[in-house]
């Protein structure tokens, strides 16, 4: 059964970088899509970006919004992905959720359908 | 890119069916086969309950249905059960081949 696991830093100050990652267990890391999405405390879901790692491609698309600021890699070795958002300020406080894009069983990708979910990390930017 | 447009709230009795609505555009909804829909409880991760606007992941209950028409997707819960009531998001993938989700729907079972 995959598992998402997350973690990072839950508390920075303005114009600091949220840096968070995620570890996937049990499951094929190089087969899929890796995204980042985030929730504002009572507010609805904000897709970050992506990571392909399909055939190991490693290309990454972001959200225009927060293109400037973001920047998605990954560690094969470790079965791992990370998010890096530079000078946060306090609209950026939210739970951030690693998610995994889902294929179907022939291996057809649906690019705004992620099936495993981390368990999330609440950031808040606060001075 | 915008959010795409749901009802804040909809409401229904045990048993009962309800429907949620997503509206976007022809850059999206419109645009494409390519519409989810995720169940959100309190303090948990989105669970996907549809995808592919009407495919339902393994596991899924079939009381969960998707369909779409032009630029309104929507989705509807037959026989509703007490553990339905969640929050309720769709999502789209878009022209600029971006994701966006839409504001959230509070669904409750009376």
């Known amino acids: 059964q995959v598992q998402l696991q997350q973690w990072g830093a839950g508390l920075l100050k303005p114009s600091e970088t949220l840096s968070l990652t995620c570890a996937v267990y049990?499951?094929?890391?190089?087969?899929?899509?890796w995204s980042w999405i985030r929730q504002p405390p009572g507010k609805g879901l904000e897709w970050i970006g992506e990571?392909?790692?399909?055939?190991?491609?490693?290309?990454?698309n972001y959200n225009p919004s927060l293109k400037s600021r973001v920047t998605i890699s990954v560690d094969t070795s470790k079965n791992q992905f990370s998010l890096k958002l530079t000078s946060v300020t306090a609209a950026d406080t939210a739970v951030y959720y690693c998610?995994?894009?889902?294929?179907?069983?022939?291996?057809?990708?649906?690019?705004?359908?992620?099936?495993?979910w981390g368990q999330g990390t609440m950031v808040t930017v606060s001075s | 890119q915008s959010a795409l447009t749901q009802p804040a709230s909809v409401s229904g009795s045990p048993g009962q069916s309800i429907t949620i609505s997503c509206t976007g555009t022809?850059?999206?909804?419109?645009?494409?086969?390519?519409v989810s829909w995720y169940q959100q409880h309190p303090g948990k991760a989105p669970k996907l309950m549809i995808y592919?606007?009407?495919s339902r992941p393994s596991g899924v209950s079939n009381r969960f249905s998707g369909s779409k028409s032009g630029n309104t997707a929507s989705l509807t819960i037959s026989g509703l059960q007490a553990e339905d009531e969640a929050d309720y998001y769709c999502s789209s993938y878009t022209s600029s081949t971006t994701v966006v989700f839409g504001g959230g729907t509070k669904l409750t079972v009376l």
């Open positions: 990571i392909n790692e399909i055939n190991h491609s490693g290309s990454t």
């Open positions: 998610a995994r894009g889902h294929r179907d069983s022939s291996g057809y990708y649906y690019p705004d359908a992620f099936d495993i």
């Open positions: 022809s850059s999206d909804v419109g645009g494409y086969n390519y």
């Open positions: 049990g499951g094929s890391f190089s087969g899929y899509y």
């Open positions: 592919d606007v009407t």
